[in-house]
T-cell receptor
Framework: NAGVTQTPKFRILKIGQSMTLQCAQD?????MYWYRQDPGMGLKLIYY???????DKGEVPNGYNVSRSTTEDFPLRLELAAPSQTSVYFC???????????????FGPGTRLTVL | DAKTTQPPSMDCAEGRAANLPCNHS???????VYWYRQIHSQGPQYIIH???NNETNEMASLIITEDRKSSTLILPHATLRDTAVYYC????????????FGTGTKLQVIP
């Protein structure tokens, strides 16, 4: 299994440009997440999805959009890039059980985005 | 989800046990304690989790107090590769999951 993959690894955007960060997992996980991590800070949840066709906002959703048309893919869209969106973006997935534990999240390698 | 508090940084000598504390005094009965670590700028990596019993795996041991208000992650023989930021989070098992990663503890393993 490749686990959680993210593309691209690095990207530089100009203010006002748009782009899509790609995330895919091959573990048949139902939950997927997008986080951002600013320098020296912890991870902040942007959006999450509990299954195909279902998404919801996290802590910092403004300026981003997501979709989940398949179990495997969970792309993150930036419509009008701003310098405040300069960050490292991590995608994660987990398998949620109705009862019991084992809901650990598996993270991708991250996308480093700079907006100038 | 319960809020967790961790010391911002710790040092540990190589080969010694690293004991990383975490307070979660508002944890509820169905919240598990999960530990992750982030090495340099890589994606976080799951280490271990537990509910109320002590747990051990190939990476670490987790000791949870009887009242569940705090826990300790133990790396039995720390190596330089264990230098990382360690996150303790309380996660509700099953159903909707939205966890909060704080700033964690920066563990520096010293040769």
């Amino acid at each position: 299994n490749a686990g959680v993959t993210q593309t691209p690894k690095f990207r530089i955007l100009k203010i006002g440009q748009s782009m899509t960060l790609q995330c895919a997992q091959d573990m048949n996980h139902n939950y997927m997440y997008w986080y951002r991590q600013d320098p020296g800070m912890g991870l902040k949840l942007i959006y999450y999805s509990v299954g195909a066709g279902i998404t919801d906002k996290g802590e910092v959703p403004n300026g981003y959009n997501v979709s989940r048309s398949t179990t495997e893919d969970f792309p993150l869209r930036l419509e009008l890039a701003a310098p405040s969106q300069t960050s490292v973006y991590f995608c994660a997935s987990s398998y949620s059980l109705v009862q019991g534990d084992g809901n650990e999240q598996f993270f991708g390698p991250g996308t480093r985005l700079t907006v100038l | 989800d319960a809020k967790t508090t961790q010391p911002p940084s710790m040092d540990c000598a190589e080969g010694r046990a690293a004991n990383l504390p975490c307070n979660h005094s508002t944890i509820s009965g169905n919240e598990y304690v999960y530990w992750y670590r982030q090495i340099h700028s890589q994606g976080p990596q799951y280490i271990i989790h537990g509910l109320k019993n002590n747990e051990t795996n190939e990476m670490a041991s987790l000791i949870i107090t009887e009242d569940r208000k705090s826990s300790t992650l133990i790396l039995p023989h720390a190596t330089l590769r264990d230098t990382a930021v360690y996150y303790c989070i309380a996660e509700d098992s099953g159903g909707y999951q939205k966890v909060t990663f704080g700033t964690g503890t920066k563990l520096q393993v010293i040769p």
